[in-house]
C-alpha cells in the first residue's frame, strides 16, 4: 500500500485547507485511515481518524470542532478538511493506513505511512 498526502500549503490565521491522502495498492476502505501531524521540535500528534466504512470518526481534542475527516472510497482517497486554522497547527500532516479495524489515535497501531504535506498558518 501506497499514501500520498498533498494539498498543504501557507494559510492565514482563520482560513481553511483540505488535505488529501490518495491510497494505492490496496482497497482504502479494508481499513482505517488516520492523519498526524508533527510542528518542529514537538513529537508526532494524533489528529482524526475515520474507520474503513466511513462510520466512525474520532478526533484529538484540539482540532474538534474544526477539522472534519472524510473518505472516498470510489477515488481511494481520505480527506481532512481543516477550518478556522490556528497559528499552532502549523506541522506537517502525514496520513497512515491501520490495517486493524480499530480507530486508534495510537501512531504505534499505524502500519504505512505516506511522505508529510506542509501546513503553515501565518498570524
Known amino acids: 500500500v501506497q499514501l500520498q498526502a498533498f494539498g498543504g500549503g501557507l494559510v492565514q490565521a482563520g482560513g481553511s485547507l483540505r488535505l488529501s491522502c490518495a491510497v494505492s495498492g490496496r482497497t482504502s476502505s479494508s481499513f482505517v485511515m488516520g492523519w498526524f501531524r508533527q510542528a518542529p521540535g514537538k513529537e508526532r500528534e494524533f489528529v482524526a481518524a475515520?474507520?474503513?466504512?466511513?462510520?466512525?470518526?474520532y478526533y484529538a481534542d484540539s482540532v474538534k470542532g474544526r477539522f472534519s475527516i472524510s473518505r472516498d472510497d470510489a477515488k481511494n482517497t481520505v480527506y481532512l478538511q481543516m477550518a478556522s486554522l490556528k497559528v499552532e497547527d502549523t506541522a506537517v500532516y502525514y496520513c497512515a493506513a491501520n490495517y486493524g479495524r480499530q480507530i486508534t489515535g495510537s501512531s504505534a497501531r499505524y502500519d504505512n505511512w505516506g511522505q508529510g504535506t506542509q501546513v503553515t498558518v501565518s498570524s
Open positions: 475515520i474507520s474503513g466504512s466511513g462510520g466512525g470518526k
